[in-house]
Nanobody
Framework: FDLVESGGGLVQAGGSLRLSCVST?????????LGWFRQAPGKEREVISC????????NFASSVKGRFTVSRGGTKNTVYLQMNNLKPEDTGIYFC????????????????????WGRGAQVTVSS
């Protein structure tokens, strides 16, 4: 699977962006999980959100909970990350990745379980 992120850019604090993650070929039939990650300058990559194939589970890191939402598009190859009330500390490179286990436990945090990664999209939030 080839994943491509888009929708990044420069935005002022308090603004919004919507990232898209498009998969080629489309996401698999049956179970899949997709995660969103970000890597801030000088910091390790962190997982910030995930969504399960049937929308039964979504998870968010505490740093973005209440401000970010994740959703699947109407097609079978797109997932969105809607980012509202952006803060300068949200600045970083955002990645989507297919794999992992987005459920009610903490397995979604295991980055090694995500097998297919996009190349990332830059998000810069100015103060």
């Amino acid at each position: 699977f080839d994943l491509v992120e888009s929708g990044g850019g420069l935005v002022q604090a308090g603004g919004s962006l919507r990232l898209s993650c498009v998969s080629t070929p489309p996401f698999p039939e049956g179970y899949y999980s997709l995660g969103w990650f970000r890597q801030a300058p000088g910091k390790e990559r962190e997982v910030i959100s995930c969504i399960e194939h049937n929308d039964r589970h979504t998870n968010f890191a505490s740093s973005v909970k209440g401000r970010f939402t994740v959703s699947r598009g109407g097609t079978k190859n797109t997932v969105y990350l809607q980012m509202n009330n952006l803060k300068p500390e949200d600045t970083g490179i955002y990645f989507c990745a297919l794999g992992g286990f987005c459920g009610s436990d903490t397995r979604w945090l295991v980055q090694e379980d995500y097998l297919f990664w996009g190349r990332g999209a830059q998000v810069t939030v100015s103060s």
